[in-house]
């Protein structure tokens, strides 16, 4: 069965829709203080479940870039937005617990290795549909990542935190929010959206004439 050609400035949106959610790990700081005087822990037990995530973003982000090409980015961007969803929803219900250990297990060590895996895929694949424009398309895709916290910590979550319906179940803001970003983050990475170029795929393998005059003319003065 064949596969329809996405459009490739399709495939650049959705990859930056992908890094949007994974970049709400930057809003990590509006909980922190929430979470320090909630739960009497102090600002380094808090900050630890941070660090976890940033710190297996590097391993996670390393594993998928080696076998990008072996499973290829559909499979591992819906794998990255999964277990990054997961952590939200383990971290959730680590508060409900009161467990750090289990807030340094969810979203730590599960969600950071989604978020590596997530992050490394997009990036790497709109570059190979836009030889022309990689410096371009790049680049709006990391802005999503950076986005992403903006979003979640001055629109999502002061929504849900001040909101009456949850301002007694203050700590389901972060079980509830795993729902949103888990399945946006899927539908992303779903479909044609994260799939490498083929051969068919012609219009992604031409340079217009007009780019490549540019670089040649760049490349004498360089």
Not at 42 to 70: E, P, Y
Not at 75 to 102: E, T
Not at 119 to 131: Q, S
Not at 201 to 211: E, G, V
């Amino acid at each position: 069965m064949s596969t329809a050609t996405p459009n490739r400035w399709l495939v650049a949106v959705m990859g930056t829709l992908l890094q949007l959610c994974l970049g709400t790990v930057y809003a990590w700081s509006y909980f922190q203080k929430p979470l320090v005087t909630s739960f009497n822990w102090s600002n380094t037990q808090a900050a630890w479940a941070f660090s976890l995530a940033i710190f297996f973003i590097g391993f996670s982000a390393a594993w998928g870039g080696m076998n990008l090409d072996k499973y290829g980015p559909k499979k591992l961007a819906i794998l990255g937005a999964a277990l990054y969803g997961l952590g939200w929803i383990l971290g959730g219900f680590a508060l409900s617990r009161q467990s750090l250990v289990l807030l340094y297990l969810g979203y730590g060590i599960v969600g950071g290795s989604g978020l590596g895996l997530g992050y490394v895929t997009p990036v790497a694949t709109v570059a190979k549909w836009f030889p022309d424009k990689k410096g371009l398309v790049t680049g709006m895709v990391i802005m999503g990542f950076g986005f992403g916290a903006l979003v979640l910590s001055k629109v999502i979550a002061p929504y849900w935190y001040h909101s009456p319906y949850l301002r007694s179940y203050r700590r389901g803001i972060y079980a509830e929010s795993a729902a949103g970003i888990c399945a946006t983050g899927l539908y992303a990475a779903g479909g044609n959206y994260c799939r490498a170029p083929t051969a068919a795929d012609s219009d992604c393998r031409r340079l217009p004439q007009i780019t490549t005059l540019y670089l040649y003319v760049a490349d004498f003065f360089l």
